[in-house]
């Protein structure tokens, strides 16, 4: 966990980059997600009160890009969702592929995250959406869809911050 002296209430983290499909989204730079701890602009935080991921409108649109490209076997929907702007229809499709999405932390830690953490219903017709979305601030969230089966050990005394596969 990173230290933020303007805002200790949180729980940042050091974040390095996400792969989509097995490759380093060339977009994401560690640098556009490091807090500075001078001004306390910037970081990632993770918070359970938060439903889905949010990354600044560049780091975001690296990603859905990339996902959208390794998703091309299925037919991105015209329209989105709420906050979503990438949805595809899945109805009476029982198994679909879509590219694996992890989360890379300092010090070599990977949170390789289930399908179903990130690609999402959203309503009862079939159409599903990417679980992450862009923010016009600094500020980075892991949220809570990103979270689910995962136990997330704090501990505070160490400074440091796990994701536990745990099946719940």
Known sequence: MVANPKAETFYYV???GIS????AVE????SDLRLDPATGEGGVIVDSGTSVTRLPETTYA????????GAGGLRLSREG???FDTCYDLAGKREVK??????HFKGGA???LPAENYLIPVASDGLF???FAATNGGLSIIGNIQQQGFRVVFDGAESRLGFVPNGC
Do not use: Q
Request: proline residues 3%; hydrophobic residues 45%.
């Open 14 to 16: 050091e974040m390095t």
């Open 20 to 23: 989509v499909g097995g490759s």
């Open 27 to 30: 977009g994401v730079r560690g």
């Open 62 to 69: 690296a990603v859905r890009d990339a996902f959208r490209a």
């Open 81 to 83: 969702y709420s906050l």
């Open 98 to 103: 879509v590219p694996t999405v992890v989360l």
């Open 110 to 112: 990977n949170v390789s």
């Open 129 to 131: 959406c990417f679980a």
